[in-house]
C-alpha cells in the first residue's frame, strides 16, 4: 500500500486503540500525533521544524481566540448555579404546579432540566444535581426506577444542545461560523426533544399510571398568595438569566464571550440572593471550574497537534479520495456522517468525537449540495449539519457502555438502583433522540428558520 495512505490509516488506528487504553485522551491526541510526526521523518514525509507550525496553532486556535474565552466563563456559571440553589426551588415549584398531571414529577424533572439547559451547558454537573435533588424523591414517590433514571438523564443532557452551550461554541469555532448563528439554530431542535420527552412521559403515565403514581394534594402552599410568590421567587432568577445571557446575544447588545461574562456574574449574583455564596462556596467552584476549563483545553491541544500531524500526512486526502471512490453523493455522506458519529457516542465523550471528526468532514461539508432541500440556500449547510452533529452528540451521553450521563447518576444514586435498569430507563429516549434527528433532517427549517428570522 502506498504510504501516503499508510501512514494516516495508520494513525487513526492508533489514536482509536489508545483511547481505550485508559490514558488522559489529552496526552494520548498529542502523544499520537508527535509519535507519528517523527515516523513520518523517518519516512522522509514529515519534517522536524513542522512541529514549530503546532506550536503556533495551539495558540491561534485555544490561547489567543476570543471566542472561546466564553467557555471558561460558561463554566464557572454552571457551577456556581449548581451550588446557588436555584434547581432547588425550581424543581419544587414545578412539582407543586403539576401535581395533579399525570407523571407529574417527571414532568417537572423534564422542564427543569429544559431551563437549567439554558442557563448553563455543563452536563456533568447538571446530570450530577439532578440525581441528587430528583431520583430519591421520584423513587419515594413509588416511580419505577426505569422511568426516572431515564427521565433525569435525557433531561440533564439538554444542556449540550440548547444555548449556550460549550459544545455550540467549540464547533463554531472549529467550523469558522457564527457562534450566535449556531444558538440560535439549536434552540428548536433543543425545545423539539424536550417537548418530545413531554409527550411520550405523559403519554405513557397516562396509560400505565402505576409506573408514576400521583403527588400528594398537601404538597405545596396553601394559599393562592402563597403559590404566586413561590412561582415569582422560583422562575423569575433562572429566567432572568436566560434573558441577560442569550436575550444579549440574540438583540445585538453583545458578543456570545461579553454574554457568558454577564451570565458568570449573573450567577454569582444568584447566589448572593440565595444567601449560598461564601468563602468556602467560591473556592470549591474556582477550583472545580479551573480542574473542567483545564480538561478541555487540554483536549483542544492535544487535538491542534493531532489534527496537524494528520494533515500533513495526507489524512484529508484520504479521507476525501475514500469518500469519493464508493461514491456515496452529498446524502450517503451525510448519513455516513451521522451513523459514524453515533457509534463513536458509544465509547467516547463529545468533546473527542467533536475535535476528531469536525476537521476531518468539515472541508467536505463546505463541498456538499441538498439542492432545494436547504430553503435558504448553501450558505446554511455547514450550520445545518452542525445542529445535525450537535443533536447526535447528545445520545453519546446516554449510550451504554460508556455513556457519561449514566456513570454520573449511578455514581450518586441510592445502592439499590442497579447500572442495569438505568441502561433500560435510556433506551426509549435514545429513541426519541433519533427521531427527533430525524425531524432535524428531513425539516431543514427546524434549525435555519430562527436565524434568518432574527439575523436577516
Avoid at 463541498?367 to 448553501?378: E, K, Q, R, V, W
Avoid at 438502583?417 to 426509549?428: A, C, L, R, T
Amino acid at each position: 500500500m502506498d504510504l501516503v495512505y499508510l501512514l494516516p490509516a495508520l494513525m487513526f488506528l492508533a489514536l482509536a486503540l489508545l483511547l481505550f487504553s485508559g490514558f488522559p485522551v489529552a496526552w494520548v491526541l498529542g502523544g499520537v500525533g508527535i509519535g507519528f510526526g517523527f515516523i513520518g521523518m523517518h519516512y522522509g514525509v514529515f519534517e522536524f521544524i513542522y512541529f514549530f507550525n503546532v506550536i503556533s496553532r495551539i495558540w491561534g486556535t485555544a490561547a489567543e481566540n476570543l471566542i472561546l474565552v466564553a467557555v471558561p466563563m460558561f463554566i464557572f456559571m454552571g457551577t456556581m448555579l449548581e451550588k446557588s440553589g436555584v434547581a432547588t426551588d425550581l424543581l419544587h415549584c414545578l412539582q407543586v404546579l403539576l401535581k395533579r398531571t399525570p407523571g407529574g414529577l417527571a414532568l417537572s424533572v423534564t422542564i427543569m432540566g429544559t431551563i437549567m439547559a439554558a442557563t448553563t451547558g455543563i452536563i456533568g454537573a447538571s446530570v450530577v444535581m439532578m440525581s441528587l435533588l430528583a431520583l430519591p424523591v421520584m423513587l419515594e414517590r413509588g416511580y419505577q426506577v426505569q422511568l426516572a433514571s431515564g427521565t433525569i438523564a435525557a433531561s440533564a443532557t439538554l444542556g449540550i444542545l440548547i444555548p449556550p452551550s460549550i459544545m455550540l461554541v467549540i464547533m463554531a469555532d472549529l467550523l469558522s461560523i457564527s457562534v450566535g448563528t449556531l444558538f440560535l439554530a439549536a434552540i428548536f431542535p433543543g425545545l423539539l426533544l424536550a417537548v418530545l420527552y413531554l409527550v411520550y412521559i405523559y403519554i405513557r403515565t397516562r396509560l400505565n399510571p402505576s409506573l408514576a403514581p400521583p403527588l400528594p394534594d398537601s404538597l405545596g402552599p396553601d394559599t393562592k398568595a402563597e403559590l404566586y410568590v413561590m412561582v415569582i421567587r422560583s422562575f423569575v432568577p433562572p429566567i432572568s438569566l436566560i434573558v441577560f445571557v442569550l436575550g444579549s446575544i440574540f438583540a445585538g447588545w453583545a458578543t456570545p464571550t461579553e454574554a457568558a461574562g454577564v451570565g458568570a456574574l449573573g450567577a454569582v449574583l444568584l447566589a448572593l440572593m440565595n444567601r449560598r455564596l461564601n468563602y468556602q462556596v467560591l473556592k470549591d467552584v474556582l477550583i472545580r471550574s479551573a480542574l473542567t476549563i483545564g480538561m478541555i483545553f487540554g483536549i483542544f491541544i492535544g487535538a491542534t497537534c493531532f489534527s496537524y500531524v494528520y494533515r500533513v500526512l495526507g489524512g484529508d486526502d484520504v479521507v476525501h479520495n475514500f469518500i469519493m471512490h464508493i461514491g456515496l453523493g452529498d446524502w450517503g455522506l451525510l448519513f455516513l456522517m451521522m451513523g459514524m458519529v453515533f457509534l463513536l457516542g458509544f465509547f467516547f465523550d463529545w468533546i473527542e468525537i467533536t475535535l476528531i471528526v469536525l476537521p476531518l468532514f468539515a472541508p467536505l461539508m463546505k463541498l456538499m449540495d441538498f439542492g432545494t432541500h436547504i430553503p435558504f440556500g448553501a450558505v446554511d449547510i455547514v450550520p445545518w449539519i452542525a445542529i445535525l452533529l450537535a443533536v447526535n452528540l447528545q445520545t453519546s451521553f446516554l449510550t451504554p457502555p460508556f455513556g457519561f450521563a449514566l456513570f454520573y447518576m449511578k455514581g450518586v444514586a441510592p445502592p439499590h438502583v442497579k447500572m442495569q435498569q438505568i441502561y433500560g430507563g435510556i433506551i426509549p429516549f435514545v429513541t426519541l433522540q433519533l427521531i427527533g434527528l430525524g425531524f432535524v433532517i428531513g425539516f431543514p427549517q427546524l434549525a435555519l428558520w430562527l436565524p434568518h428570522a432574527l439575523l436577516d
